[in-house]
């Protein structure tokens, strides 16, 4: 697919080529919705404006001259285990989209109990339906929430199921304050948090009757988060 700006409106992209006049409009459709803005064709060449490449959940910015779609970096991952899922891959503070949900993830915090012996981190998630469904994320194939430390060892959140089983309408949200806590041994060498996965399996909603799609078929999350995204 070529990408290409257009020479007198630099918020559009070239999104398909169709052999067709130029000055024509379509109406625009992003994940079954009207979108304000149409595409044109200038020249054989159709171009959607940037605020729905944006609704697909990718992001954009713009400095001096140049255009960057996605996070600007290269998807990163280590060798082996759950790091080498396919997934939509951002920074903290990155919105990632899959056509269901909307995941960010705000902040991640040192935490402690029993008086300093057991340590972890507290992760801040905002999760919201981007669906027309109501809709709970272990039904439509969310499976984990697993937080990755820069040794690569990993850790499950002992709070999970708020997220998991919270029932949200369209458009609606909430923000997740997930605990993940190291054994005691292991709290005494914990090292600094680097990823956190979210795994999710789209045969688990086909199956379930939600009416509901994801717009990717690697629709599981992994958020790196040494990379903080400024506002």
């Known amino acids: 697919m070529k990408l290409a700006l257009f020479p007198t409106a630099p918020a559009l992209l070239t999104l398909v080529l169709f052999p067709v006049a130029a000055a024509q409009n379509y109406s625009l459709i992003v994940n079954g919705q009207v979108a304000p803005a149409q595409a044109i064709v200038v020249k054989g060449q159709t171009y959607v404006p940037l605020s729905a490449i944006n609704l697909l959940g990718i992001p954009s910015s713009l400095k001096g001259s140049t255009l960057t779609l996605g996070t600007g970096?290269?998807?990163?991952?280590?060798?082996?285990?759950?790091?080498q899922r396919a997934s939509l891959e951002g920074c903290l503070g990155d919105t990632l989209f899959n056509?269901?949900?909307r995941m960010t993830v705000r902040?991640?915090?040192?935490?402690?109990r029993y008086n300093g012996q057991q340590r972890g981190y507290a992760v801040s998630v905002e999760w919201k339906n981007g669906s027309t469904?109501?809709?709970d994320a272990l039904n439509t194939g969310v499976k984990s929430l697993q937080l990755v430390l820069q040794d690569g060892s990993t850790l499950d959140s002992e709070n999970g199921q708020q997220l998991l089983y919270r029932k949200l309408a369209q458009g609606a949200g909430n923000t997740f304050t997930l605990e993940y806590y190291a054994?005691?041994?292991q709290s005494t060498?914990?090292?600094?948090?680097?990823?956190?996965l979210v795994e999710i399996d789209p045969a688990v909603l086909r199956n379930t009757g939600v009416k509901?799609?994801?717009?990717?078929s690697m629709p599981s999350f992994r958020v790196r988060l040494n990379c903080p995204r400024s506002v």
């Open 73 to 83: 970096a290269a998807p990163t991952t280590s060798p082996g285990g759950a790091n």
């Open 189 to 196: 060498r914990l090292t600094p948090a680097d990823k956190l």
């Open 133 to 135: 469904a109501t809709a």
């Open 183 to 185: 054994d005691s041994a």
């Open 99 to 101: 056509g269901v949900w």
């Open 212 to 216: 509901a799609t994801y717009s990717t």
């Open 107 to 112: 902040s991640v915090k040192p935490i402690s």
